[in-house]
Structures are given as structure tokens and as C-alpha cells.
């Protein structure tokens, strides 16, 4: 099959320009692309995907025999809402919510020598909220009495040339460097050590101390890098075990332009500066994919993703000036699961499941207003029709439940008779095409 180039450019030219992902496993999507989101986000053993190949572990790129091509998007709309409890006074408040775009683009070759080259642009993360200011809702009153507005917006896009080969018969090893992009806009930005005034009293130290953090809602872009690394074992002409390792992806900081933001202060409208370092952790992987027959494939994947060790994450609450220190995140496990079943000639039913641990601890719910990462239970499922010789159009869609995490507020220590709730739950619809060899 010739290399279908003008479909590369356009997939190149899509994925230059990422979409806003919301967090599924933590902030990282579950899976990328229409089949390897259906099937739940499997990849470490299995090979149904190009993409899932790219995303999971590049070892399974050289069980691709000669030219590949997969590209798609994803339309995921997510919803979020905030509630609040301060004494006798409490609401809820529901985030403006949209489809985010996201894309997905892959390519593989096999080389003369058996060696197996590849390069993808995958948006593989984010989140974001936009909680209106809300006078019924205690967290949400306007400034200083709460955060008022809340924004957020972050995005995370991936590339990785990709290299990988068949050691022998039964052995397959894979490496990618990973080139990784992000974008973060917050308002109010809680990283920045607020600007604090005494109050009526004028007194510091008092209750009516009022507290004014900037915003950062106009968003900083910065890159990072990272490595994937993996191998994939055929014990049997029916079972595959895979390993896969995922670096930490170490970024530069954030450097966010800003003011100060308090008006009863002579600094008000000055100019500040606010530096945050936000990696993506490291994830440690293993598979197993089983093929009873040559219409039915399945797989499972267990994944460990150490929120608890990586920058921006692992830290919490505040710190001496008013600032927070981070997400306060935890490292959490995921589990995934699919299957596939080739129906007729053309047609390909898909189906999975995928779980992931909560990394954010109840008590950190009031730091997470603008990322509430905590769905758990993802329902998945697609099909593929082929269109023509080696061309297939794939659709899936997936949900994930509802899920809620509950804590005080804290003012800086946590306060008695108050709490804050974060719900969110997901819906996605993606579409995309294969291409592969004429056999």
C-alpha cells in the first residue's frame, strides 16, 4: 500500500493544534483513538492499534508489517460541577461545559533491514473548568469572600519518534522519545502568593484579613521531555505478554505575567511574575493479550502512575506566604480491559473497560476546584467497517461515571462545619481511519 500523503499532511495539520483533553486516568486520557479507546485503552500486549501502540508501548509497533497510518479525533464534553458548605449557608454550581476537539495521528514503516520507524502526535491530557461566580455558592463568592470566577484550561500534547524491531521469533523491543507540549491557564491562579491587606481593623493576623490571588488566565506554554521504553514476549501463537515504562516527562516552568490583585493596596495593577513546574509522572505497565481464535482478541493491562513523586503533583496544601504548594496529588493504579471480535469481513465489533484509582484525596477537594480528576469507571465500545481494500473507519464512544470527592476549606487550616464537593463525569464520541498493507 502507497504511503496516502496528502491524508499524513492533513493529520499533521490537524494535530498541530490540540483541543482541551479532560482527565480520565488522573489528567491523562485512557486511551487514544477510536480503537484503542474502545477497547479501553489496552495496548501494553496488544496490537489492535497503531495508536494504542504509541501511546502505551512502542514494542508492539514492530508486529506492524508494512506501511501504517492511523488518524482520528475525539469529541469529549465533560460534567463538572462545584458545591459548597459554609455554616448554615451552602449551593451548587454547575461549569459551562463544551466538546473539546482532541486529536490523534500515527504513523509506521517497516525498513529493509526489519527495523520498524514511527512518529505520532497524540493529545494525551487535561483538564479544565469554568465555574461562573456564584453569591449562593460559599467557595464561589465573589473576591475576597471566595474564589468567585473559577477558570481553567490545560492541555497536553505528545510526539514520539518511535523505533522498534523483532529481536527474534518471539521477542519484540520498542523505544520512543517523547516530545511533550502543555499549556496552562488558571484564574485564580492559587500557586501566587496572594495579596494580602489587614481588613476594616486593620489588623493582621484577624478574621477580616482579606486575600486577593492574581489570575493567570492568560495561559503560559512550555515543553518537556521524556522516553517510553518496552517489550513484548509471544509465549504461545495465542498469548502475548507485554512490559512497558513510561519516564517521568520533565518539563521547564511555567513563567505566568501577571498583577497584583488586591485594589486596596498601593500595588494594585503592578506587574508580577509566577513560575510553576508541572511534570507528567512516570507509569510502569504490564499486559497480556490473548487471541483464541482469528476473529477474537483480548487483552488486560495494569498500570501504576506515581502522581505521588512528580513535580506540581506531589506537594499540598499551603505554604508559609498564602500560596498553595500543589495538586496534592496520589499514585494510583489502572486496570483496562477489552475485546475485539471480527464479525464479518468488514466489520469489527469492539468493547472494553477501564478503572482508574482517584489520585486526589477528599481532604484536597477545595485545592482541586480547577481540576477535579476523579472518574474511576469507564464504559467503552466501537466498531470498524471497512470502506475499501486496507481502509477502515472506526467509531467508538465511551462514558465515565459520575464520581465525587468531599473536604473542608481551609483558611489555612481546615475549618469546622465547611466542606467543598467536586463531581464530575465524562462523555466522548471519536471517529477515525486505518490504513494498512494491502495483503
Known sequence: MRTPWPVALAAFTLVSVPGTAHATDGHLLHGVGAVNSALGGIGIASNA???GSFYTNPAGLASFEGTNLEMGFELLKPERSVSSTFGTMSGSTTSDSDFSPIPAFGFSTRLANGLVIGLSGLGIGGFGVNYAADASNPILMPRPNGFGQVYSNFQLLKISPALAWNANDKLRVGIAANVNWQSLAVDPMPIA????????????????DRAFYPSAAAA?????????????YVLSPTM?????????????????QMTHANPNLPNFGQARTVTFRM??????????????????QMGLDAK???????EGFKDKGYAADGSVQ????????????????RAGERLTLRGGYNFSGNPIPDDQSMFNIPAPAVVQHHITGGIGFGIASGVELNVAAYHALENSIEGPMYRPMAIPGTSVRNTLSLTSM?????????K
Request: proline fraction near 7%; aromatic fraction near 16%; hydrophobic fraction near 45%.
Open 430 to 438: 471519536l471517529v477515525g481511519f486505518t490504513f494498512r498493507p494491502v
Open 304 to 310: 501504576y502512575v506515581t502522581y505521588g513523586s512528580a
Open 193 to 208: 502568593a496572594p495579596d494580602f491587606d489587614p481588613g476594616v481593623d486593620n489588623r493582621p493576623g484577624t478574621m477580616d
Open 49 to 51: 492499534s497503531l495508536l
Open 240 to 256: 502475548t505478554v507485554g512490559l512497558a515504562y513510561t519516564s517521568p516527562q520533565v518539563f521547564s516552568d511555567f513563567e505566568f
Open 220 to 232: 503560559d506554554a512550555v515543553f518537556g521531555v521524556g522516553f517510553q521504553a518496552g517489550l513484548q
Open 279 to 296: 511534570d507528567v509522572p512516570a507509569i510502569y505497565g504490564v499486559g497480556l493479550a490473548l487471541a483464541p481464535s482469528d476473529r477474537l
Open 326 to 341: 500543589g495538586f496534592g496529588w496520589e499514585n494510583i493504579a489502572v486496570i483496562a480491559a477489552g475485546v475485539q471480535y
